[in-house]
């Protein structure tokens, strides 16, 4: 699978005005219900490890992360201030547009895991972002991206709006290949009650050893 296979197309979005404006009102809100939440955060709870420096990319008002163990560090990139302050789980908080800048404002091997929770759809290069992913990680470390069928769909990108669950988790591997640097890629349905609370899926990869 090469780069060729995503064409610029694939990354238009109905609102192309800056993302700045777009997210300057705080939506101190989850963006999936409360079953689905649950179930991110029981994900995070089983494969985690205590101690860790994590990266919460595209972070927002909550991190679903359990509320034990305690994390040596969870830091919040995102773009809303507020959001971020009001994350009681962020000990440091970034605002970053990846869309504009898709190299993330940290060194090389800095954190032991990144989280990305039902953003995905929203990045407009997100094979550099998830190459910048890969070089911010330590060897080893997971990188977990959820998703759900919530989203702003004026923001999301034409190839995310066009496309199912199923293929969405084919797109986010196709994603990750074409990034390079990712191992043991993987697919869960973590969907607490299909029909009756909000689907959720994650795709999991975790950084290779070389680089």
Known sequence: MMRSELKPEYFIREDAGE?????ATPRLVKHIDEP?????TDYYAR???ADCAI?????????????EPQYYQVVGLGLNKVELEENPQLTECVIHNL???????????????????VSV????????VLSDVARVLKPGALLAISFSNRMFPSKAVAIWRRLGDA???RLLELYLQTAGGWTEIEFEDLSP???QSDPLYVVSALRDGVG
């Open 167 to 169: 293929d969405h988790s």
């Open 19 to 23: 993302d700045e404006v777009f997210y």
């Open 55 to 67: 990266l919460d990319l595209m972070s927002s008002y909550a991190s679903h992360l359990p509320v």
């Open 193 to 195: 009650a299909p029909g």
């Open 47 to 49: 494969n985690l490890p």
């Open 99 to 117: 869309n504009i800048n898709p190299s993330i404002p940290f060194p090389d091997r800095s954190f032991d895991a990144c989280l990305l929770a």
């Open 121 to 128: 759809q929203y990045l407009t290069q997100p094979v550099q």
């Open 36 to 40: 689905a939440c649950v179930a991110l």
